[in-house]
């Protein structure tokens, strides 16, 4: 009979075999803490060796025995990254954190071995200088995406720059990655200090009548990262910053933000700036009037004694008066809508809509390995009955997993050189209100249009049709990607969609059509201080990536907020959405920096979008199909405007997310 330690020394790392699993789901209760570095180094030294079988060819290069080729390199590495990047966000530990800390510079090393690999680039730059008229677009638009990804990561520095953006780079990833560390220990740190999480904030904040609690919760929530301790993120900030706009320097940029902007939609800073401008006045008007409103409801308060004279809004009285307007004039409490939003039956609602809009089928499909007990698991298909990927919810929060809601890929979509079409394992993660006593988690409407925002981005990741993963799915520019979860954020409240899931988790009673109108009504309240703190934190991000390298020398990060926040014209009872201590998504690694924009860019593209199934039927088929071949389907093959165009036969009309949010005067 074997030992165990014989057992253990033959035991086979799960990411060095093929997972004989269904659907080829990770096999999750295998995968040990200690498997990820040894992996990691094999799949890196994997695609290494195809890179170098690429580069050896004698034959001429041609798409297909280079870009192809690269295309569908690095097998193990794509297995181990992503399994690692997703539990390290949902299933975080102290050992998990060792884990990223050694992984993060090898993937920095891997990338930048790649892209200033010389002798690759000339064979790539061999098929982008020839006649690409044999080509077809995705192809076109594959080979443009790998030879900006050489361009740059600095192919044309010399030898000393390389090193030193190579050095850059690594510091950087070390950096984010101690960002992300440090704010979800300030998430803890604030939910065993206040009670709540920080996901549970804006709800507490709407109901908790005790001005002293609000102003106490106001101010733990807004200076995490900033108290002194341990994991103060300042000083880290800086340091990105610095880092970010030395690379930018040194590939010919003046600013980080020009660098990441060039291949973009907006393309530069200055189109950015006009474009958040024009929102930012529109939304401080509107937020103004907020303010009177609210104002006028805090002096009844104090005519009776529950606020001393002169009490005046602040910040943290925001939610809570915001709350008492919307009541006395749409008559709408949240504590009647969320009994009839129950977080399995808004799930089920969100599937539901997307079956009626594109003919698709989601069901639940058991025995699926996961990641935590939590996680629940589903087959999404095709009318035709193929299968379109799988598709994993993770909707509560738990102390190991960052704040936030977010989509992501387990595997991409992509067909392999003998034709087979994979399918993409997708996962919704989000961090709903919980359980209370003997209440199921019952979601506020914010919440409800989160789990519609958050599969819409699963949505285009399960309907791509692309031949390379390089494109396929949400693979696209920066400020497009929010464009088609925004886009499905406009069904969660239609009457038919509501009708499938809005039923009270005790009675089962429909959600009564006076509710439904109230929520409607109500649709557009408040939109100044929502509107005005997103593109204020916008703002925020790209003033803070348009300073040049010299101005970051000794910068107080504090006093450059409230100067801009002075600049914007920000009513001082509204902070932007995220100071830069807890700005996860321009300094965690998210992808956002200097591009949080576009979230705002996106909404004016998923507006105008939304108005053609508004001019010709909500659930018209044919647009519904339109849609989805023009946009679902295409992921990054094509540009995202030529695609738009094509779709709507027009340019976007900017105007028109001001008018969706009720920003007009």
């Not at 080829?24 to 570095?37: A, K, L, N, V």
């Not at 973009?264 to 700036?273: G, N, R, S, Y």
């Not at 025995?367 to 009955?385: I, Q, R, W």
């Amino acid at each position: 009979m074997a030992t165990s330690a014989a057992i253990a020394c033959n035991r086979v790392n799960p990411f060095l075999q093929e997972w004989d699993t269904p659907y080829g789901m990770p096999p999750f209760e295998q995968i040990r803490i200690s498997d990820y570095i040894p992996a990691l180094k094999a799949g890196i030294e994997q695609q290494t060796a195809e890179i170098q079988a690429i580069i050896d060819n004698p034959e001429p290069a041609t798409f297909d025995n280079v870009l192809a080729a690269y295309d569908r390199s690095g097998d193990i590495l794509s297995k181990v990254v992503g399994v690692l990047y997703n539990l390290s966000e949902t299933e975080n530990s102290p050992e998990m954190e060792k884990v990223m800390d050694e992984a993060t510079p090898l993937l920095s090393e891997h990338d930048d071995n790649i892209f200033m690999n010389k002798a690759f680039f000339e064979k790539v730059k061999a098929v982008h200088d020839a006649d690409q008229s044999g080509l077809t677009r995705e192809q076109q638009m594959v080979l443009k995406k790998i030879y900006e990804a050489f361009t740059r990561s600095g192919i044309d520095l010399p030898e000393d720059k390389q090193e030193e953006l190579r050095e850059i780079n690594t510091a950087l990833a070390t950096a984010i990655q101690r960002f992300g560390n440090n704010l979800l220990a300030e998430n803890n740190a604030f939910k065993d200090s206040c009670g709540i999480s920080v996901s549970a904030y804006p709800a507490t904040m709407t109901s908790e009548p005790d001005r002293a609690r609000r102003e106490k919760l106001f101010k733990a929530y807004s200076t995490r990262g900033e108290r002194g301790n341990e994991f103060d993120n300042r000083e880290l900030c800086v340091e990105i910053l610095r880092l970010r706009a030395r690379k930018a320097r040194l590939l010919g940029f003046d600013t980080f933000a020009a660098y990441e902007l060039d291949n973009k939609m907006a393309h530069d800073p200055e189109t950015v700036d006009a474009f958040l401008d024009k929102i930012m006045a529109a939304a401080v008007a509107k937020a103004k009037e907020e303010v009177a409103a609210m104002q006028e409801v805090m002096n009844l308060d104090m005519a009776i004694g529950l606020l001393p004279a002169g009490s005046r809004i602040e910040p943290w009285d925001w939610f809570y008066y915001a709350e008492r307007v919307r009541k006395a004039r749409y008559a709408l409490d949240e504590n009647l809508t969320r009994p009839y939003f129950k977080l399995e039956n808004v799930r089920d609602g969100v599937f539901a809509a997307a079956e009626r809009i594109y003919g698709i089928k989601i069901t639940p499909e058991e025995g699926l390995p996961v990641y935590n007990p939590e996680v629940c698991t589903f087959k999404v298909t095709d009318a035709d009955g193929s299968l379109l990927g799988i598709f994993l919810g993770d909707y509560l929060p738990r102390s190991s997993k960052r704040g936030g809601a977010w989509m992501n890929n387990f595997r991409d979509q992509w067909i392999t050189a003998e034709g087979e079409n994979v399918r993409p394992i997708i996962v919704n993660v989000c961090n709903f209100s919980v359980p209370e006593g003997d209440k199921p988690s019952l979601l506020t409407i914010d919440e409800v249009e989160t789990a519609f925002h958050e599969f819409g981005h699963a949505l285009h990741g399960f309907l791509t049709q692309c031949t390379y993963s390089t494109v396929s799915g949400t693979s696209v520019a920066r400020d497009f990607v929010e464009t088609f979860s925004q886009f499905n954020e406009n069904w969660a409240f239609q009457k038919e969609i509501l009708a499938t899931y809005a039923r009270h988790y005790k009675t089962g009673e429909v959600i009564p059509d006076s509710l439904v109108v109230k929520i409607k009504a109500a649709d557009k309240f408040n939109q100044g201080f929502m509107t005005s703190e997103l593109c204020a934190a916008s703002i925020l991000d790209m003033k803070l990536h348009e300073l040049p390298l010299e101005a970051l020398e000794g910068l107080d990060l504090a006093a450059f907020e409230q100067k801009v926040c002075k600049e914007m014209n920000l009513p001082s009872e509204i902070i932007p959405r995220y100071r830069s201590t807890y700005f996860n998504h321009i300094f965690g690694g998210s992808g956002y920096c200097a591009g949080y924009y576009g979230y705002l860019w996106s909404e004016v593209l998923a507006c105008d979008a939304f108005a053609a199934f508004e001019e010709r039927g909500i659930y018209n088929p044919e647009v519904a199909r339109s849609f989805r071949e023009t946009f679902l389907e295409k992921g990054g093959s094509e540009e995202p405007m030529v695609l738009y165009e094509r779709f709507r036969g027009a340019t976007p009309d900017p105007s028109s997310l001001i008018r969706a949010r009720g920003l007009e005067l």
